[in-house]
């Protein structure tokens, strides 16, 4: 079964500029999640994505935002990126949560540098 | 903000040595989950824990969930060079997204 994916691999752009990160679940998982993770910084809760709503987001500005399409696979914009916007970009998915635990699994992640 | 800490931050030790890697909140979780990563990939899942006093053992690595489900460990038997990595913990507060820790650097000596 394959598992999250995730494109670009690497992405570089310039201050000002618009990033697109796409991400495709594992198949069966309604639920998809961003998260930053910058140096030094861990990982930071970006976007959650369910049956094609935004259910929940971090402490970041709008000009992140995303969408998830009805075939669960999702995308994340990032308008006027700033230098700080550099980091790994990792999409995650899970079952949906009705109760309970879940689990989440992640893809390799998007690196995008800003200059 | 952090609601998880992990420690500790750094651990380096030789291989076929034990250790030990913690992860505190002051907030109950409802479960909690260990990954591990390396340079430039995504986190990989190794363990869930949702029941207080709950112990998972994964070959060499054991996992204890604390009794008032706000604490973690992850402990490493004769670890080995192939156990280097980022361990991070991760707690769900029943708040619809996963609090990571900042993790614990791990460096297995040949």
């Known amino acids: 079964e394959a598992g999250v994916t995730q494109s670009p691999t690497h992405l570089i752009k310039t201050r000002g500029q618009q990033a697109t990160l796409r991400c495709s679940p594992i198949s069966g998982h309604t639920s998809v999640y961003w998260y930053q993770q910058a140096l030094g910084l861990g990982l930071q809760f970006l976007l959650w994505?369910?049956?094609?709503?935004?259910?929940n987001r971090g402490n970041f500005p709008p000009r992140f935002s995303g969408r998830q399409f009805p075939n669960y696979s999702s995308e994340l914009n990032v308008n006027a990126l700033e230098l700080e916007d550099s980091a790994l970009y990792l999409c995650?998915?899970?079952?949906?949560?009705?109760?309970?635990?879940?689990?989440?699994?992640f893809g390799p992640g998007t690196r995008l540098t800003v200059t | 903000t952090q609601l998880l800490e992990q420690s500790p931050q750094f651990l380096s030790i030789q291989e076929g040595e034990n250790l030990t890697v913690y992860c505190n909140s002051s907030?109950?979780?409802?479960?909690l989950q260990w990954y591990r990563q390396e340079p430039g990939e995504g986190p990989v899942l190794l363990v869930t824990?949702?029941?207080?006093?709950e112990v998972k053992k994964l070959k060499r690595l054991t996992f204890q969930f604390g009794d008032a489900r706000k604490d973690s460990s992850l402990h490493i038997t004769a670890a080995q060079p192939g156990d280097t990595g980022l361990y991070l913990c991760?707690?769900?507060?029943?708040?619809?997204?996963?609090?990571f820790g900042a993790g614990t650097t791990v460096t297995v000596r040949a």
């Open positions: 907030s109950v979780f409802s479960s």
């Open positions: 994505y369910d049956e094609g709503e935004e259910r």
């Open positions: 995650a998915s899970s079952l949906r949560r009705t109760s309970g635990t879940y689990e989440q699994y």
């Open positions: 824990v949702v029941t207080g006093g």
């Open positions: 991760a707690g769900d507060f029943n708040d619809y997204k996963l609090s």
